[in-house]
């Protein structure tokens, strides 16, 4: 029997006071990751993909989870113990955020950083953690740790600094690294380096790594399953191989093609796909896609398709599944609908 999933997302709304009364940025979102496995979630900014795994770490500030159920390890998160969320939040979870300066602390050098860190996890005296925090550097592929454990964040580069990003969610050890758009303030060749030193810690450390990103060029790189958010919804997810050989969703086709190719010319933008993702509060009537879709029909804009269950593990939400299925009526948006 397949061992249950180390995290399992099921079915999660998020909302969000506003002045013009809640918003649900994330709606009826589910996904799993099991252990050792990368599981990318892609979609443009402004998709629901932070927030979402804000609140997996229940670190939603103002808003709130309204509906769903987080299970790390059978364990119920939502609604649990802002103790216990801590206390797993440095045993079982990690996390790397896109901008490290915001998460290091500028008055305090990245030695001192790591040993606090270690010795939160696990009491250790403070010449071992010492070491062991210049170890760590020497993992993530700092260069003269010795020397750089007694540096300041703004005396190294952006790449170095997600490396002491990356040496800093490791001290924990976690079973689940959440890395939201790490490499997003990166120029390429860095990301480059910072996505390799991902996968290895990942394979040295057997952590699971949930990978947030708004490029699929990275997916293609990493991940071993997708899911694709677009306004708060779950539109598509699959294998990776097979989203990308073969994507159902008209918005996951546009992402692929947004992906640039040795042809592109590098002094041409990306190409990008016209219009933008509505806030929460703006989501259209029906597929919150169809006035930015190719492939829109009539009924787009009538009604929400709901998330056509293509088979096992493979999911997209779109009316365009609908001629696979039996004569009845039409399903509501927020089921899981089996094509038969
Ligand atoms: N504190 C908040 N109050 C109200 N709305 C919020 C809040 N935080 C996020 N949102 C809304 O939720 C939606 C999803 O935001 P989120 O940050 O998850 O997007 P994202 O997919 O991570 O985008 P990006 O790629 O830009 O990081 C956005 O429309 C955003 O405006
Ligand atoms: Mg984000």
């Given amino acids: ?36 496995e990368t599981v990318a979630v892609v979609g443009e900014s402004g998709s629901g993909k932070s927030v979402s795994s804000l609140a997996l770490l229940g670190l939603l500030g103002s808003g709130n989870i309204s509906a769903g159920s987080v299970l790390l390890r059978d364990e119920e998160l939502v609604g649990a113990a802002p103790e216990r969320l801590r206390q797993l939040r440095g045993s079982e979870l990690a996390m790397i955020f896109q901008n490290p300066m915001s998460s290091l602390d500028p008055l305090f050098t990245i030695g001192d950083q790591l040993v606090e860190a270690l010795r939160a996890h696990r009491p250790m005296a403070r010449r071992a953690a010492r070491a062991r925090a210049v170890e760590l550097l020497r993992e993530v592929g700092l260069p003269d740790p010795e020397r750089r454990v007694r540096a300041y964040p703004h005396e190294l580069s952006g790449g170095q600094q997600q490396r002491v990003m990356v040496a800093i969610a490791l001290t924990c050890e976690p079973a689940l690294l959440i890395a939201d758009e790490p490499t997003t303030a990166l120029d390429v060749t860095v990301e480059a380096q910072i996505l390799e030193l991902l996968r290895t810690m990942q394979r040295e450390h057997g ?36 989203v990308l050989r073969s994507p159902r969703n008209p918005y996951t ?36 896609f169809h006035p930015r879709c190719p492939s829109v029909l009539d009924r787009c804009s009538e009604a929400e398709p709901p998330l056509y269950e293509l088979r096992p593990g493979r999911a997209s939400r779109c009316w365009l599944h609908d001629g696979a299925l039996r004569a009845g009526p039409a399903p509501a948006a927020g089921e899981v609908h089996h094509v038969a």
Avoid: K
């Avoid at 992402?255 to 796909?273: F, N």
């Fill in 207 to 242: 952590m699971a790594l949930l990978l947030i990103t708004h490029d699929m060029a990275v997916v293609a790189e990493m991940a071993d399953r997708v899911v694709v958010m677009y306004a708060g919804r779950v539109v598509e997810q699959g294998p990776v191989a097979e």
């Fill in 253 to 288: 086709r546009a992402l692929i093609d947004s992906i640039p190719t040795p042809a592109t010319p590098r002094d041409q933008p990306m190409p990008a796909i016209a219009g933008s993702v509505p806030t929460p509060a703006e989501a259209p009537a029906g597929c919150r």
């Fill in 1 to 36: 029997m397949p061992s249950p999933p180390l995290l399992e997302v099921n079915d999660l709304y998020v909302r969000f006071p506003t002045p013009a009364g809640p918003v649900n940025a994330v709606a009826g979102v589910s996904f799993t990751v099991s252990a050792g």
